[in-house]
């Protein structure tokens, strides 16, 4: 779903925004599901490459449901979370399978937040699991963006036996996964 938010509007993505850091007795770690940073190059960064201070930015909390109270609450408070770290903008913004009518428009009369309801498709692909075999071993379920980034990071190999949840046939993580990201292009459209 942040993906192909991103992808709509292009910017520099950092996925999985550690905003507070955990501290044992003292406070959780809270993590933000996307920050892009508006008119910055068309990749997704490590947080650590990148800086948000006196840049417009997005902020990203996405909720494969309707939109609720949970969801509203982590946006909300995510934009203030994101203060801290000094961008000259923040817009936040709660991305979502469906929206509802009693708290859309109560969300969205506050200052900085939207509702952007992500279509059908994309709900099913953001649904979807797949399993990968290493050494013999099925590891998951995964979701696709536990699983790119997991190629991203080294850990899985392209030709990986992969598969989805659905399925019985294995594949690997190239032709499942890799192949639909070049079919679909990696420019913001």
């Not at 490459?49 to 939109?67: C, Y």
């Not at 991203?152 to 890799?178: F, I, Y």
């Amino acid at each position: 779903m942040t993906r192909w938010y991103w992808k709509q509007i292009g910017g520099t993505l950092i996925e999985e925004f550690c905003a507070v850091e955990r501290v044992i007795g003292e406070r959780g770690g809270r993590w933000i599901d996307g920050i892009i940073i508006k008119g910055g190059a068309f990749k997704i960064a490590r947080q650590s490459e990148v800086d948000v201070a006196g840049k417009d930015i997005i902020v990203i909390q996405a909720k494969d449901s309707r939109l609720g109270m949970y969801v509203m609450g982590q946006t909300f408070f995510s934009a203030t979370l994101m203060e801290t770290f000094k961008p000259r903008s923040i817009e936040s913004i709660a991305l979502v399978a469906h929206d509802d009518s009693v708290l859309g428009p109560i969300f969205r009369s506050h200052d900085r937040m939207r509702v952007v309801v992500c279509p059908e498709e994309v709900m099913i692909r953001a649904r979807m699991r797949f399993f990968v075999r290493k050494e013999g071993i099925s590891e998951g379920p995964f979701s696709e963006t536990e699983l790119l980034r997991r190629v991203e990071d080294g850990q899985v190999e392209h030709s990986t036996p992969c598969r989805r949840s659905d399925e019985e046939e294995w594949s690997t993580v190239a032709e499942l996964l890799l192949a639909r990201e070049q079919k679909e292009g990696s420019q913001p459209k």
